[in-house]
């Protein structure tokens, strides 16, 4: 089946800083990725989507790059804001089944100090 | 604006007892999920539903039922709760019109004792 491998656990950097967050998925078919970052307390926002046709998205300075080649859709920051503090969750959605929902990876929490 | 509205938004409940979580979408969405958050587990999904009337098992279904009775609602059902069911549980709304980006409500944070 699909699964979704992402950084474990805490990062943890200093403002200003860039930040990369790895997520790299399994998958029978092409899929569609997602991030979406959730802040304490609320609900899970869609942050990026990958676009069929290989643009870079990008929202709030966050940027991923889909790399079929290695199943790779890493989220990256070059300058990381107090703001960024969150919880990050890469997803992936079958192109052939999208009504049976997302299959998320576990989650990479990142906190941003000063 | 696109909403998905849970409620309760907390609930505690006894061992055994009988739970139900709502949840409304206001986005003509076909596409219905419910998910429970869990740390060291990210979100799992445990029913979703394709529109009125359908309900089917995702991920982790064992011991939750799902109904869904209209395009707007969606509601998870515990029969007979249990410590282990304890969790933040999230619904979500989304079709394939929508960028295929579900939309995540609030949450609800159960706590079963």
């Known amino acids: 089946g699909d699964s979704v491998t992402q950084t474990e656990g805490l990062v943890t950097l200093t403002e200003g800083l860039p930040v990369m967050l790895n997520c790299t998925y399994q998958?029978?078919?092409?899929?569609?990725l997602f991030w979406y970052v959730q802040h304490l307390n609320e609900a899970p926002k869609l942050l990026l989507k990958?676009?069929?046709?290989?643009k870079r998205p990008e929202h709030q300075g966050f940027h991923a790059t889909l790399h079929k080649s290695s199943s790779s859709f890493h989220l990256q920051k070059s300058s990381a804001q107090l703001s960024d503090s969150a919880l990050y969750y890469c997803?992936?959605?079958?192109?052939?089944?999208?009504?049976?929902?997302?299959?998320f990876g576990l989650g990479t929490r990142v906190s941003v100090f000063p | 604006e696109a909403a998905v509205t849970q409620s309760p938004r907390n609930k505690v409940a006894v061992t055994g007892g009988k739970v139900t979580l709502s949840c409304n979408q206001t986005?003509?969405?076909?596409?219905m999920y419910w998910y429970r958050q869990d740390t060291g587990h990210g979100l799992r999904l445990i029913h979703y539903?394709?529109?009125?009337?359908?309900?089917e098992k995702g991920d982790i279904p064992d011991g939750y039922k799902a109904s869904r009775p209209s395009q707007e609602n969606f509601s998870l059902i515990l029969e007979l709760a249990t410590p282990s069911q304890t969790s933040v549980y999230f619904c979500?709304?989304?079709?394939?019109?929508?960028?295929?980006?579900?939309?995540f409500g609030e949450g609800t944070r159960l706590s079963v004792l």
């Open positions: 986005n003509n969405h076909n596409n």
């Open positions: 539903s394709y529109g009125a009337g359908s309900t």
């Open positions: 998958s029978t078919y092409s899929p569609f």
């Open positions: 990958s676009f069929t046709d290989n």
């Open positions: 997803a992936l959605s079958d192109r052939n089944n999208y009504a049976q929902g997302l299959t």
């Open positions: 979500a709304s989304g079709d394939r019109g929508n960028n295929q980006a579900p939309l």
